[in-house]
């Protein structure tokens, strides 16, 4: 959300902005509906205001036994009560359509995000380790599940359709070997708070992070019926939505709340099921769990003074890039360019790992600072000592998918026959295991 002020004062700023992202001038039209806003609220205030300096000379003319006047200012007062209720409506029309506006309209990039319109226009920032050489052709993720036995597709699409998948024995304790990994890395070393959120959360969690209203076709939502009437009653059902990500209820632990600026930066994780339509997504990594509707993932979320906010993305990019380090994965980091942003965001480094199988870079990892741009949606602010409450500003990034991090390890470390090598740091958390067979 956009501080409607700053736009006024910063038209040619702001729609430069958008044109970083490939978007119309937005600051003309926000203007003429705040303006429509302000005259409507001035004549309501107006109105307002004689009504009641109206009725109090009602008392003084009848004090001072002029009837006529009296009576001229009890119909006064009559058709400003009926006027008054028009101006607040119309005032209300004009803040409406005008909040509505600035919902749709994406965060601004900051100055040195650099220029372009899609994934072209990113800039490599650095790498880490090399690609391995293999004595044999390396195989993609699922062919190697599949042919151990411990990846199913079939099945999960018999119980819940396509993007699904089942894993089983060593492949399925793999998976939960690498979310506690990753959440004793960074609640041990990295100074973050495991949190343990809902996974269903309502409208207003949702506008808060920016997932609605704009991306309302990628979430799925569930329904839970009114009193008596049963979930089938959707028309009167009250909605809840499957978290994207846990960067939503965990943002929103500080929404509508002051916090104090000793308490920052705060900084949240959380290993969550994460739900995703994938709804621009047709047609696209059909094969393998590349793209899933359900996928599990640690979030890393910061809370800080506005101050500390790039400070803070540099030290949680190095957070997220530490798990692949510890599992010697291949990997770069990216910039991404304006055009390829998130919509909350004012700047993203993708973390990207090298899948063998697939022979190409993959994201594994984003991490973003939104400035105040999700503060101003959940209005959370934070009070400086002595100073006034002003907004926050939050940041959010994987720290990683796990699900991608399963699909990197089984690629990286499989081995001639199709066997998974077991990473060092993942051992003790596999109980020992070294290397995942058909056995």
């Known amino acids: 959300m956009h501080d409607i002020k700053w736009i006024r004062d910063n038209s040619e700023a702001f729609d430069r902005a958008l044109a970083r992202r490939g978007l ?47 009576q001229a200012l009890m119909v006064e007062v009559a058709k400003l009560k009926d006027e008054i209720p028009a101006l607040e409506a119309e005032a209300k029309a004009a803040g409406d359509e005008l909040d509505q506006v600035l919902a749709g309209i994406p965060n601004l990039p900051l100055a040195e995000v650099p220029d372009g319109r899609d994934e072209t226009g990113n800039v490599e920032h650095h790498k880490f380790g090399a690609r391995r050489n293999y004595a044999f052709a390396p195989k993609q993720h699922f062919e190697l ?16 359709g396509a993007r699904f998948v089942v894993l089983k024995r060593g492949l399925a304790r793999m998976e939960r070997a690498l979310g506690q990994f990753m959440l004793d890395l960074h609640t041990g070393e990295h100074g973050y708070t495991e949190v343990v959120p809902p996974i269903l959360v309502r409208d207003d969690a949702m506008f808060g992070t920016a997932q609605l209203p704009k991306f309302k076709d990628d979430q799925f939502s569930v329904y839970a019926g ?57 047609g696209r990594d059909t094969r393998g769990m590349i793209r899933q509707h359900q996928f599990t993932k640690v979030e890393l979320v910061s809370i800080t003074a506005p101050e500390q906010s790039k400070i803070e993305h540099e030290r949680m990019l190095a957070c997220a890039e530490e798990v692949l380090r510890r599992l010697d ?10 055009g390829d942003m998130g919509f909350a965001s004012q700047k993203t480094y993708d973390i990207e790992v090298w899948l063998p199988g697939q022979k190409a870079f993959r994201e594994i990892s984003s991490c973003s600072v ?18 006034a409450p002003r907004f926050m500003h939050t940041l959010n990034g994987s720290g990683v998918a796990v699900g991608r991090a399963l699909i990197a390890v089984m690629e990286t ?14 051992q003790n958390y596999m109980g020992g295991v070294k290397v995942i067979d058909k056995s």
């Open 24 to 70: 119309p001038g937005e600051a003309k039209r926000l203007a003429a509906i705040d303006e429509r806003r302000r005259a409507a609220i001035q004549k309501a205030e107006a109105a307002l205001a004689r009504r009641n300096a109206a009725s109090r000379e009602i008392g003084a003319a009848k004090k001072d036994k002029d009837e006529a006047r009296a």
């Open 145 to 160: 599940g599949e042919a151990l036995g411990q990846m199913d597709f079939e099945v999960a699409a018999k119980l819940s």
């Open 226 to 282: 009114m009193a008596g009437q049963g979930l089938a009653d959707t028309a009167n059902a009250v909605p809840f939505w499957l978290i994207p990500t846990a960067e939503v209820p965990l943002t929103n632990l500080v929404r509508e709340s002051i916090v104090d600026e000793a308490e920052l930066p705060m900084r949240l994780t959380a290993c969550t099921p994460c739900f995703r339509a994938e709804a621009g997504a047709a």
């Open 329 to 338: 994965l291949h990997y770069r980091v990216v910039t991404l360019c304006a």
């Open 370 to 387: 939104c400035g105040d741009f999700q503060a101003r949606r959940m209005n959370a602010r934070c009070r400086p000592k002595g100073g």
């Open 413 to 426: 470390y499989q081995q001639d026959g199709g066997a998974i090598a077991v990473p060092e740091v993942l």
